[in-house]
């Protein structure tokens, strides 16, 4: 069993800084934002081969594995908390440890994802439904691709470990050679070759392989004083059971935001293509919104967890003061950009006017969710990095119910704008529910300091 390292909690103690929040931030927003250029290249490439049924199969196929592996997502933020912790402690033997056990369930989710592939793929394919054509380009993509998954959890584990240890440019190293590699090789293989998408899976599997390796030569190079932890501390017990109680609950979390977004999409088709359509634009703004506040959520994450793991709460409470100023700073800039730049970036996403007039319509929306959504991300982040996951998990589950609970008493009153306001009450609710509970915890886990 992994023994706690007895220390003077004044010989913990540690500074968090406008520098370093930045230092982590800014690095995981560069690379986090290199993950959808490469979804925008393996579109271009694939668009290249003027089949329209061999596009719509990629973008079939990504939505499925963004479902599936998004459920794992919880190996990424599940280590960083914890290692973070053990740093925070200076528990050299547990931040191994952690490392370790997440590759034990990074292991055990790819091979289990590979095994059941087939049922996961004909259940994707019968909900999204699709032309024939389509339907055999999604499979054919997703055939290929499915066989990256041991690699790509592998690699969310090591990428968790690095943001936990205050890596951050480990981190984007890690995320520019991964997307980079990725770009290079579905180009070669699907513009060189002629492998159709194929090619572009092919490349992601290489891609996922590449990068493991490479993290695990850093891991190495960054673990070369001290022994490796022995199997039965790996295996112990509570910690392997607090380790999957955590990577649960972040889970369940994830399933209730996907449930969230695919209600919001669900409610826009009612209404129409082109409402659809207009409101999958404006969706977009969130999406990239939240590209930007992860970064700083990424950032509240090492630097919580760490004044956790140290018992330090004046570190924990200068993190929540300044990932809130940098968040609020940052979501007010996007709300500008969007008010300013909305009109052009729906005009460049769309040419169907009646697509376009909607989208116009319904810009505000956009524009004000930034700033809507800003405590949601920064309260991830610091809830994620203690370790709080159940609370975590309550307050999205409890917002997911006022969101469906709102669209249905509003919707019928205000339209389309009522579907909107009930997401920014999703989307405001996250945030505020667990600031109101956060000084709670933080004096109940600070409490034995």
Not at 381 to 399: K, P, Q, Y
Request: net charge positive; proline share 3%; glycine share 8%.
């Amino acid at each position: 069993m992994s023994k706690p390292v007895t220390r003077n909690p004044a010989d913990l103690a540690f500074s968090v800084t406008h520098r370093s929040v930045l230092a982590i931030a800014i690095p995981m927003t560069l690379g986090y934002l290199s993950t959808p250029l490469l979804g925008v290249v393996d579109m271009a490439v694939i668009g290249r081969l003027g089949d329209a049924a061999l596009l719509g199969g990629i973008a079939m196929g990504g939505i499925i594995f963004d479902l599936v592996f998004t459920t794992f997502n919880f190996l990424r933020s599940g280590t960083t908390g914890l290692t973070a912790q053990a740093v925070g402690a200076r528990n050299e033997e547990e931040i191994k440890a952690t490392l370790l056990r997440a590759f034990v369930i990074a292991a055990i989710g790819g091979l289990a994802v590979i095994g059941i592939h087939a049922p996961v793929r004909e259940a994707g394919l019968w909900f999204l439904g699709g032309s024939t054509e389509v339907q055999s380009a999604t499979a054919r993509y997703f055939d290929v691709r499915i066989w990256s998954a041991p690699f790509l959890l592998a690699n969310y584990a090591i990428l968790g470990w690095f943001i936990g240890l205050g890596r951050a440019s480990t981190g984007l190293v890690l995320q520019l050679f991964l997307n980079g590699l990725n770009i290079a090789l579905s180009v070669w293989f699907v513009v060189g070759l002629d492998w159709s998408v194929e090619g572009a899976a092919f490349a992601t599997v290489l891609s996922e392989i590449a990068a493991t390796f490479l993290g695990f030569a850093l891991v190495l190079a960054s673990t070369k004083r001290g022994t490796w932890p022995s199997a039965k501390i790996v295996f112990d017990r509570r910690l392997l059971l607090r380790m999957m109680a955590l990577n649960r609950d972040i889970m369940i979390r994830s399933f209730a935001l996907l449930y969230a977004y695919a209600f919001f999409m669900a409610r826009s088709a009612d209404q129409g293509d082109a409402m659809l359509a207009a409101n999958a634009v404006l969706e977009k703004f969130i999406l990239v919104s939240g590209y930007f506040l992860d970064g700083l959520a990424t950032a509240a994450e090492q630097l919580a967890g760490r004044a956790v793991g140290a018992r330090y709460r004046p570190a924990f409470d200068r993190t929540l003061k300044l990932t809130a100023l940098w968040s609020f700073v940052l979501a007010g800039c996007l709300a500008l950009i969007f008010y300013i730049l909305g009109p052009a970036m729906i005009a460049f996403m769309t040419t169907a006017p009646e697509v376009r007039e909607l989208g116009n319509t319904y810009l505000i929306w956009a524009v004000v969710a930034p700033l809507v959504a800003v405590l949601a991300f920064q309260m991830d982040g610091v809830f994620i990095g203690a370790t709080w996951s159940e609370t975590m998990r309550n307050m999205m589950v409890l917002s997911l119910a006022v969101f469906i609970a709102a669209y249905y008493l509003l919707f019928p009153l205000l339209g389309n704008h009522g579907l909107w306001l009930s997401l920014e009450l999703f989307l405001g609710l996250r945030g505020l529910s667990l600031l109101a509970v956060c000084q709670k915890r933080a004096a109940k886990t600070f409490a034995t300091a």
